[in-house]
């Protein structure tokens, strides 16, 4: 007998069997849940907003490091003397680094502020700080830079819209952009309630998080659609049940490797890289939530039903004049 | 036969693989520390290189190599420390004809040279430097235009012996008065002759003509504007001593300038954000400057003040502008004083020795004109203001007549006259720039972020490949071979393409790896639940990769259209992010459905199989 290798069982994971959880019988939970958290989020983007980065609103961004932790108070009161009033001062990451921001000036030439800025730091000090980040954006650029990233949300949102509903049907499309813009709302919502800075990297992140989102969800309604034309004795709520539930094994892996990549960015991708991880991690969270528990809803409460997604039967037409 | 690749189908995955290999090969090579040396203009001789080659040995720095290819030399040095030291050396020996740059020269073998492979090109988030946006303002260009018209016009005019009143500007346009009526047809075929950029409008006044710069001109000046800022740009950046920099236009009118390992940004902001231009007046000697000073200045006349703060009084025509110096280099003159030695073009010679000879023994002042660029905030909103600043920088008595090549003198140390030579040599700027976005980023960080970038990149794979070997065992091992032949062929094309790496672009290809097992999971839970169903292993696997296929087309292709609208919009670092993410998406496909499929019908193809390893 050859010899077999398998692993060994202390290693074996309980499999996942097919489940059969009633999603959309309980939907209303989900919906309900939902609601409340989008309303929070919107409230919370409508009265505190989002903290938006100096890539959008223009201004300076210094980072410096020092070989030993720094005295933030000190410098504080330095650019206090030498005029910047408006700086703000925070460690960024570790102790020894520090990030400085200023906002847009009244009379200071903007390009030349941080050279200014970084020669009244380094007045009279004996281990000058090492310049690592300068970021200047100008007020225009921090405009065009907003109109962009708001275009290329609506340019992708409408791109996938049409795409899914030549795909599917357009009560899927609808489905999919809400349950897509769920995910975008309470991300966004986080993001407002926790004060974190947005900024270019972080729309980046929301926008592969829309293509993340949408990935999941097409995946349950490919299999939705799928029974619809295999399973003709189910009501349409029982279909998407169960293809819910055959597709909740793929939902929650596909789901849980990308959260172990980004757990790993988060954890070892640096400070910069943060915000653009955080992001995904959330979304990636409510994207699996909302392509289980909200996509199907929703495309059924538009209204779908087998009928919308039937393949035209051209053979019957075929036969039918036949005698 | 189920489960079978064809031969031919086998060997182009695997050349397909090796080739992927070979290009991402260079990615593993480092960089040697070099420093680059080239004439501005010529290529360098045998015997120049010797010498410098000779020079640098004086140094004791030791030479690792030193090359000499297409008349520039390219020496690698050990460390940066002798980079810097072979650098300043050089740069004190060679003077201001040669641009000697400082560089990291990449040690890929030749052979893999020859065949094109090229390592990734790091954004500078990873490798650090300089990202200069620059608008221009064409607006102002086209103000130019109009001034040097109306003085054109003038001289037009009195050769052509048409009598006018006046000569004025008025709300965008020039309005020429006659004296007579009768003279306008002459004027009109004057102006149909050697003014075809304007449009001419004829208002009641019968002896008045109204000229306006056409828009078709106007948008040539705008466009001539922001083509001769690159140019300058690219010879001010080439003084700088840059090794790879990226000029582009971006835009209708603004200009990105990257310069990979610049540290002294405040340096590189001096030369390429400061608009300077100059201006050549006579001196207006015959009337009161102090009437001037309390706000009555002669017509014809302006007032200025010299950088001692004196007032002193020009005439208002100019003599020559900035752009018609085509090079100025900084020099000491007979008695040790420094100076600057220009030269000027056609248009300009010839203004200027018409007008030497007429005024022989007149001072003549010139004017720097800088133009410097504030962001206020006026009632809340944004206001960028420009404020010109016009100096007298020297007056000088005209000693004889000249017209294409004279010194300018005066100036206070021959740091002032290195830098004014700098500004006029590479041009003086059609249009005034204007910094309007910077990001620099320090060595230091460069080299971190491309740490932090691996190390996150290292532990996210380890886990996804770790979690699918355990979950999906064999099958899960397969899926993970595809995953890294993934990598390697982003890594490939990236390299290919020579597009940016940014740190979000290393984001994108972390991402990348968390969702290309995507596919493989889609078909793996597919196979196991036609075993469920009680499907044979075999017909299993054909069944799971032929259902499967449809779903992730779909799901990847909108992934992808997110993916490209990110591409369209974004910018720099996003932009990066967008490509590693596309690439990603497009190989992870070919790998986790035609790469793990060749595995699986090698282990299980054509052969009888109780159980899948799943």
């Known amino acids: ?323 | 036969m189920q489960n079978h690749f064809s031969l031919w189908k086998n060997i182009s995955i695997i050349v397909m693989f090796l080739i992927s290999i070979i290009y991402s090969l260079p990615n593993l090579y480092g960089d040697d520390p070099a420093v680059q040396i080239s004439h501005i203009v010529n290529k360098l001789t045998q015997a120049q290189a010797s010498d410098i080659e000779a020079t640098i040995k004086t140094t004791g720095a030791p030479l690792k190599t030193f090359e000499f290819k297409n008349g520039k030399v390219l020496a690698r040095l050990t460390n940066a420390d002798d980079q810097m030291k072979v650098a300043d050396l050089l740069r004190d020996k060679m003077g201001n004809d040669y641009t000697v740059a400082l560089n990291l020269a990449p040690t890929t073998p030749a052979w893999l040279q020859s065949i094109g492979a090229k390592a990734m090109y790091l954004g500078l988030d990873l490798r650090g430097g300089v990202h200069f946006l620059l608008e221009v303002d064409t607006d102002a260009a086209v103000k130019q235009a109009e001034e040097r018209y109306n003085d054109d016009l003038r001289l037009a005019l009195r050769d052509a012996k048409i009598h006018y009143q006046a000569i004025s500007k008025d709300s965008g346009f020039i309005k020429i008065t006659l004296k007579s009526a009768d003279e306008k047809p002459e004027l009109l075929l004057l102006l149909n002759k050697d003014f075809h950029g304007l449009t001419v409008k004829e208002p009641e006044a019968a002896e008045q003509v109204w000229l306006q710069i056409s828009e078709t001109d106007a948008r040539e000046i705008k466009k001539f504007a922001v083509a001769q800022n690159m140019t300058t740009l690219r010879n001010r950046v080439n003084e700088l001593g840059v090794a790879e920099p990226v000029i582009q236009q971006q835009g209708e009118n603004r200009i990105m300038v990257q310069l990979p390992g610049v540290q002294d940004t405040s340096r590189a902001k001096e030369i390429l954000g400061t608009t300077a231009t100059l201006e050549y007046r006579l001196v207006d000697t015959e009337h009161d400057v102090q009437q001037a000073v309390s706000g009555h200045s002669p017509i014809g006349s302006r007032l200025y003040y010299e950088k001692n703060g004196n007032p002193i009084l020009l005439d208002k025509r100019i003599i020559i502008t900035g752009d018609q110096i085509v090079d100025a280099s900084s020099s000491s003159d007979d008695d040790g004083r420094p100076s600057v030695s220009i030269s000027l073009n056609g248009i300009g010679a010839s203004k200027m020795g018409k007008l030497t000879q007429i005024s022989i023994g007149k001072p003549m002042a010139v004017v720097f004109i800088e133009y410097k660029n504030e962001t206020r905030i006026v009632n809340g909103q944004k206001v960028r203001h420009k404020e010109k600043v016009e100096k007298v920088i020297s007056v000088a008595t005209i000693q004889g007549v000249f017209s294409k090549r004279f010194q300018t003198t005066g100036l206070d140390s021959p740091q002032e006259a290195r830098n004014l030579s700098l500004l006029l040599r590479a041009g003086a700027l059609a249009a005034p720039v204007d910094i309007v976005e910077e990001r620099t980023v320090g060595p230091s960080l460069g080299q971190d972020n491309i740490n932090k970038g691996m190390m996150s990149f290292i532990v996210g794979f380890a886990l996804v490949v770790l979690f699918m070997a355990v979950y999906y065992k064999l099958f899960g091992m397969i899926a993970n071979a595809a995953l890294a032949f993934n990598v390697v062929i982003v890594v490939a094309v990236l390299s290919m393409l020579q597009a940016t790496l940014t740190l979000p672009g290393i984001a994108g290809i972390i991402l990348t790896v968390g969702m290309s097992v995507d596919a493989n999971v889609l078909i793996f839970e597919r196979i196991k639940e036609e075993i469920n169903n009680g499907n044979t292993p075999q017909s299993s696997i054909f069944s799971g990769y032929d259902k499967a296929f449809a779903t992730i087309l779909d799901s990847h292709f909108t992934n992808l259209v997110v993916a490209i609208v990110l591409f369209a919009f974004g910018t720099g670092s996003v932009k990066g992010f967008a490509v590693t993410l596309i690439i990603g998406i497009l190989s992870s496909m070919f790998t986790a459905i035609t790469g793990t499929r060749m595995i699986i019908n090698w282990i299980y193809g054509d052969k009888h199989v109780e159980k899948l390893s799943i």
């Open chain 1, 1 to 323: 007998m050859p010899a077999h290798f398998t692993l060994k069982p202390s290693f074996r994971i309980q499999k996942m069997k097919t489940t059969n959880i009633n999603f959309i019988g309980n939907r209303h939970i989900a919906l309900i849940f939902s609601g409340v958290l989008s309303l929070i989020s919107i409230i919370s983007l409508a009265t505190q907003g989002l903290h938006m980065g100096i890539d959008f609103t223009g201004g300076t961004l210094i980072e410096v490091g020092y070989q030993q932790p720094a005295d933030l108070n000190a410098l504080r009161q330095k650019l206090d003397a030498e005029g910047f009033e408006s700086a703000t001062v925070q460690n960024f990451g570790t102790a020894k680094d520090v990030l400085i921001r200023l906002k847009l000036q009244e009379g200071v030439s903007s390009a030349d502020l941080s050279t200014k800025v970084l020669e009244s730091i380094n007045k009279d000090v004996a281990t000058p700080a090492s310049l690592r980040r300068v970021e200047f954006v100008g007020p225009q650029v921090g405009d065009d830079l907003a109109e962009d990233g708001f275009l290329a949300l609506l340019y992708s949102s409408l791109a996938i819209l049409v795409y899914i509903a030549w795909r599917f049907e357009w009560k899927f499309s609808l489905g999919a952009i809400i349950a897509t813009f769920h995910d975008v709302i309470v991300t966004l919502g986080l993001f407002s309630l926790l004060g974190l800075e947005f900024d270019l990297t972080v729309l980046a992140a929301v926008l592969a998080l829309i293509g993340y989102s949408l990935n999941d969800t097409i995946v349950v309604y490919d299999r939705i659609r799928e029974n619809f034309r295999a399973l003709r004795d189910k009501s349409t709520e029982e279909i998407m049940n169960i293809s819910v539930n055959v597709t909740l094994s793929r939902t929650i892996m596909t789901s849980l490797t990308v959260l172990l990549v980004l757990v790993s960015l988060f954890f070892l991708g640096g400070e910069t890289i943060h915000n653009f991880a955080l992001v995904l991690l959330f979304g990636v969270f409510f994207g699996t939530y909302s392509s289980i528990f909200i996509a199907s809803p929703a495309a059924l409460m538009l209204g779908i039903s087998p009928a919308d997604l039937m393949i035209p039967l051209k053979d019957n037409s075929d036969i039918a004049h036949l005698p």
